[in-house]
């Protein structure tokens, strides 16, 4: 049995400021830190064979927080722009609340959570998934059927788009899913990548 780890980056400074970040490469808040080194307390048992990770500041000092909590900053760690977050376009570095105001909250909620239409200039999450699961597929899975142990430190979009395909989510019931900054996700594996149980430490 193979076991993947999800984590997504604990809150950016952006987060904080509730800006849409997507591929601008901001760092950790203070919060976000704490959130990685309180990450790390929950993975103390853990022996992880290798960690994968986006290109993006705020998953690698997530990880790194939380690697060296747990004393294995010295495993082999493989970064990749295809666990990059979904790339936000026009969005990237606007407010939340005052883009909802401009364009109004059912609009910027299709944005957000919807499946396929893209922000103005950015990624829809069939677009993110449409990089994170080829990745998957080809870098991350044969360890985890060969049986090791590994972490994804990554972000809220890329993470959802693996969890839809690991969980079978539709494009209905992704709309509502929410992965939360800072909370291990741990996925058993069995035989042929089959998802055995998961759940948040």
Excluded: C
Aim: cysteine-free.
């Amino acid at each position: 049995m193979g076991r993947i780890v999800l984590l997504r980056h604990g809150e950016s400074q952006w987060n904080l400021e509730n800006r849409f970040t997507g591929w601008v490469d901001v760092p950790l808040s203070a919060k976000g830190e704490e959130e990685a080194r309180a990450a790390g307390g929950k993975l103390q048992s853990y022996r992880f064979d290798r960690a994968f990770t986006s290109v993006l500041m705020r998953a690698n000092e997530t990880l790194r927080i939380v690697l060296e909590a747990i004393g294995q900053a010295s495993i082999p760690i493989e970064k990749d722009q295809a666990l990059n977050e979904r790339m936000y376009g026009d969005l990237q570095g606007l407010n939340k609340s005052e883009t909802a105001k401009q364009y109004g909250e059912q609009q910027v909620k299709i944005w957000r959570r919807s499946y396929d239409i893209r922000p103005p200039g950015g990624e829809s999450l069939k677009d993110t998934a449409e990089r994170v699961l080829p990745y998957y597929e080809r870098r991350i899975k044969p360890s985890v059927v060969a049986g090791d142990t590994i972490i994804i430190a990554a972000h809220g979009n890329s993470l959802r788009a693996l969890v839809m395909h690991l969980d079978q989510l539709s494009k209905e019931q992704v709309l509502e899913l929410n992965i939360p900054t800072g909370a291990p996700l741990v996925y058993n594996i069995g035989e042929g990548g089959k998802v055995l149980d998961h759940r948040y430490l």
